[in-house]
């Protein structure tokens, strides 16, 4: 297989190239009434440089948009975020947990089959030596009758197991949805900032320009074009910086989603501000219906009550019913035997053995119930803070751009008023950085509205149901 490996390679690379060759000498006597219209023509080298690009493409990438708005990653971190995949799975492997626990409730049979050949010795015919071939099979059924709670309560713990396991399953969608939508924001908060910074770099660059005018024509002075080259110069650090910031923030939307980075690639901002309707004790029942992570406690003291009783089991009888059949051909006539009965299996003592998985469990029980305590009294804490703080930043953001567009005028009044020389250098930069700060700070009120709502309704519980369906 090896030897022959470079030569079937070749093999598939020359039929390649023929059909290529082929499909473009036949576009072209297309070509002239589809030029004519606009369509642009097949050619060798497109195809050829096609081929290798589809190759190496993965399933993932070939499924994915090539523009991507929030809902779409969303889906796309469904199908690809491998840390879903991983709880899917884990949910699954429950499913035949529970599956499982049924084969005590069907007939255990199981078969023997034996062939063996033995020599033997005949006195009779003066020592002469012999083989004798023996075979026997055999059938044996058990089926369990009764077992006073054991079989039937280590089947409901797997079933509430497998309900934990959902429920795990729908808490890692629901914490990776609300990554994704965090790292979308951010990409995009971080997009807007790029563009604040750059503006403000150009803003000190022509002020920087004007004062070193001034200062040639001896109208100005040289301190008001050291402070505004100073200015320009940290105005372009602060914007080196975010263009990082915004690369590193792609990045991190990448991964979330489970894509690999691409330039071909181009997110689209599909985030609305609008304000949150819904009152805060219908979002606390929501909450504890609907929180994943409620569920899965809940599913946990369930699954522990049954274990408690499914190891009290332990001091109560089994009642089986048994059926065994054997034949073997080393004898004449045949040799065949019968067995049918019930057995009880009663036990005595197997060093405290059931006692102590009676108090393990009833322990488990116990850290299980407080851990849904807990478990529930942060997330209707949670809930809470989350209803007040969306209240607040939703009124913050929109003080803020109020705030914005009068430091916007203030800034462009200074640096008209300096123009004209009505104006000094000091009062441009104050309020020119007035502005960048009031832009700044509404920008990060806007977003941050934005994250402070997915942690809502992540922990309602509701993110694919809010941001998908």
Same mark, same amino acid.
């Given at each position: ?231 320009? !110069?940290?105005? +372009? *650090?602060?914007?080196?910086?975010? =263009?990082?910031?915004? #690369?590193?923030? @792609?990045?991190? &939307?990448?991964? %979330? ?101 009676? !108090?393990?469990? +009833? *322990?488990?029980?116990?850290?299980? =119930?407080?851990?849904? #305590?807990?478990? @529930?009294?942060? &997330?209707?804490? %949670? ?87």
């Amino acid at each position: 297989m090896i030897s022959k490996s470079p030569k079937y390679a070749i093999f598939s690379l020359l039929c390649i190239i023929v059909i290529v060759v082929c499909f473009s000498y036949n576009s072209y006597a297309l070509n002239g009434h589809k030029q004519a219209r606009g369509y642009k023509p097949a050619t060798t080298k497109n195809i050829l440089l096609f081929i290798p690009s589809y190759i190496g493409k993965s399933s993932i990438d070939r499924d994915a948009p090539h523009t991507i708005g929030l809902t779409a990653a969303l889906k796309l971190s469904l199908k690809h975020y491998p840390g879903i995949l991983l709880s899917k799975y884990d949910y699954i492997s429950s499913i035949y947990a529970k599956n499982q626990s049924l084969h005590l409730y069907y007939p255990q049979i199981s078969g023997t089959a034996v062939f063996s050949k033995n020599s033997a010795m005949s006195n009779s015919v003066g020592g002469m030596n012999y083989s004798v071939n023996n075979y026997s099979g055999s059938i044996n059924a058990t089926y369990m009758l009764y077992s006073f709670g054991s079989r039937y309560y280590g089947y409901l713990g797997s079933v509430y197991q497998m309900k934990r396991a959902n429920a795990g399953y729908n808490l890692s969608i629901n914490k990776n949805l609300y990554s994704v939508v965090i790292n979308f924001a951010t990409y995009f908060a971080d997009i807007e900032l790029m563009k604040a910074d750059r503006e403000n770099m150009k803003s000190y660059e022509m002020q920087y320009k004007a004062a070193f005018e001034f200062y040639k024509i001896g109208t100005g002075n040289l301190l008001d074009a050291e402070t505004a080259k100073a200015n320009m !110069e940290n105005a +372009k *650090a602060v914007y080196t910086n975010s =263009i990082y910031n915004l #690369r590193i923030a @792609r990045l991190a &939307l990448f991964n %979330s989603i489970g894509l690999s980075p691409s330039k071909k690639y181009r997110f689209v901002n599909t985030l609305k501000f609008k304000p949150l309707v819904q009152k805060l004790d219908s979002l606390i029942k929501t909450a504890v219906k609907l929180n994943p992570e409620l569920k899965e406690s809940i599913y946990a003291v369930k699954s522990s009550r049954a274990a408690i009783d499914e190891a009290a089991s332990g001091y109560f009888p089994e009642l089986s019913a048994d059926f065994s059949y054997t034949g073997q051909n080393s004898s004449f006539p045949l040799n065949r035997n019968y067995s049918v009965g019930v057995s009880v299996s009663i036990p005595i003592f197997n060093g405290f053995l059931t006692q102590n998985k009676i !108090e393990y469990s +009833k *322990a488990m029980l116990n850290s299980n =119930i407080w851990s849904r #305590r807990l478990i @529930r009294d942060n &997330l209707v804490y %949670s809930i809470s803070i989350d209803y007040y703080a969306i209240l607040n930043q939703y009124l913050t953001a929109k003080m803020l751009k109020s705030s914005e567009d009068a430091a916007m005028l203030a800034y462009k009044l200074a640096l008209k008023s300096y123009k004209i020389g009505i104006g000094s250098m000091l009062e441009l930069t104050i309020a020119n950085t007035r502005y960048i700060s009031a832009e700044t700070n509404y920008i990060n009120a806007k977003f941050t509205y934005f994250y402070q709502k997915a942690k809502l309704y992540s922990d309602l519980g509701l993110m694919r149901e809010h941001y998908i369906k």
